[in-house]
């Protein structure tokens, strides 16, 4: 028997995380698809009260560059003062930053508090996997079933925002995305104070000098500098391109390189990426995935709107399959993880995707009726459970448990920079409004993005079968 069936068998003796750890640990991680995608039904109103103006772009790129930046830092921050510290800290600025939404009286303080709500919600989903980890590692279980719950209560929810943002915003109005926050908050706080005790998870005593280190300051400056100019220059392209941008961009991007590859506690620890490259080819693959993965929930929503002349209410409840085949595809997928490893389960995730955007580049979109449009919105919910599912098992198996809170946090990280990538895509295939011919060249795009992906996942030779870690 080779080593991984016989770490598997064991693995499969072994107890689960209970749910009482995983539960309430995912509560706190539904903030983050939540106020990503609710945005995309309520930014039609938000335009309307502030002006269409460039600056509403912002309101959606602002968090995930505030999140890119984070995540990986929040990571590295539950290890050094404690995971759910971190956790519980995080959850204070999502409460902080949803107050300061509320009460916005520009678009630009609508931006600083979504930017609030970004760093609050990053630091969930790294600290809960260590957390997850951590326990599992002192009490001998599997953490496989934990993951599900995470990647259910993550990116389940994804393709539910849409669908709750609709209610929300056509019975109270775009602020509802902004206060909705808080009762989760709350829940999420009494559960995992309560339940999440899970004994030592990082935690030490470190001077102010010492943390500042730790956290290479600099580095995250320098990546912060590299992913707003990489920003700036992709929405540029559509309108006026800021040409100057790309020699700043390469000369920054040398910079962080360079810094990061003589620092002693690196931001981004590029030399132990160049080491993995199974994480490496993990983190460009999610990049691919999750810039799709946005096109769909920030295109049809909006294309719903404009095109179709649906109302919030109504384009959210179209959305409702994409959460619906969402959550029965990531439980689905965790037993194809299990029983056939993550090849096949990327192959289903991939193979899923480029049907879904082919459908979507060839219906009548216009005409179609409305049974077909929530067919193909299904379609488009099998993606997320199964590219999620064998990504995510694929990083924490070739991670250490002092490693995956940072490694999860670069995930996300990833997926954040998709997500503002998304955004550039449909700029460049759809424009402001988004109407029929925008949506299928959107579909084409996310075809292709599978095809590419399909080809990687096949031709990979660092993925291997790693279902023991699952």
């Known amino acids: 028997m080779s080593a991984t069936f016989a770490d598997t068998a064991v693995a499969q003796k072994s107890p689960s995380v209970p749910f009482r750890v995983s539960g309430s640990v995912a509560t706190g991680s539904i903030l983050q698809p939540l106020n990503s995608s609710m945005i995309a039904v309520a930014i039609v109103g938000i335009a309307a009260q502030f002006g269409s103006s460039s600056g509403i772009t912002w309101v959606i790129s602002a968090l995930y560059i505030a999140t890119a930046v984070t995540a990986p830092m929040a990571g590295k921050l539950g290890a050094l003062l404690g995971a759910r510290k971190v956790y519980l800290g995080g959850l204070a ?268 580049a060839s219906v009548e979109s216009s005409t179609a009726p409305i049974v077909v449009l929530l067919m193909v919105a299904a379609v488009l919910g099998i993606p997320n459970g199964f590219n999620n599912i064998g990504n995510q098992n694929l990083i924490s198996s070739v991670t250490s448990v002092e490693e995956v809170g940072t490694a999860i946090g670069m995930y996300r990280t990833v997926q954040y920079i998709g997500a503002n990538l998304s955004a550039v895509v449909l700029q460049t295939t759809a424009g402001h409004v988004i109407g029929d011919d925008g949506l299928h060249r959107t579909g084409w795009f996310i075809a292709i993005t599978g095809v590419l992906l399909l080809a990687g996942v096949l031709m990979s030779r660092n993925m291997g079968d790693r279902r023991s870690a699952a």
């Open 93 to 360: 600025l999502v409460a902080l930053g949803s107050v300061a939404g509320l009460l916005a009286p520009t678009v630009g303080w609508l931006i600083f508090s979504r930017i609030l709500v970004g760093i609050g919600t990053a630091t969930q989903y790294p600290n809960a996997m260590t957390m997850i980890r951590g326990y599992a590692e002192r009490h001998g279980a599997q953490p496989r079933t934990a993951i599900t719950t995470l990647a259910i209560c993550s990116q389940g929810v994804v393709a539910l925002g849409p669908t709750l943002g609709g209610l929300l915003v056509g019975a109270f109005g775009w602020q509802s995305i902004m206060w909705i926050n808080l009762p989760i908050v709350a829940f999420s706080a009494v559960a995992v104070t309560k339940f999440a005790n899970v004994g030592f998870v990082g935690g030490m005593s470190v001077s102010r000098r010492q943390l500042v280190h730790a956290l290479d300051v600099v580095g995250v400056l320098l990546f912060l500098a590299l992913v707003s100019s990489t920003m700036l220059f992709l929405l540029s392209i559509t309108t006026d391109p800021v040409w100057w941008l790309i020699p700043v961009w390469a000369l920054v991007l040398a910079l962080f390189v360079q810094w990061e590859r003589r620092a002693g506690e690196p931001f981004i620890d590029v030399r132990a990426l160049a080491r993995n490259r199974a994480l490496t080819a993990t983190l460009a693959r999610t990049l691919l995935t999750y810039t799709a993965f946005y096109c769909v929930f920030f295109g049809i929503p909006q294309w719903l709107q404009y095109s179709r002349g649906m109302g919030a209410t109504e384009a959210g409840l179209t959305m409702l399959p994409v959460a619906v085949v969402g959550i029965g595809s990531t439980l689905l997928a965790s037993r194809t993880y299990r029983r056939h490893g993550v090849r096949r389960t990327l192959t289903i995730g991939t193979c899923a995707l480029l049907v879904g955007g082919v459908l979507l």
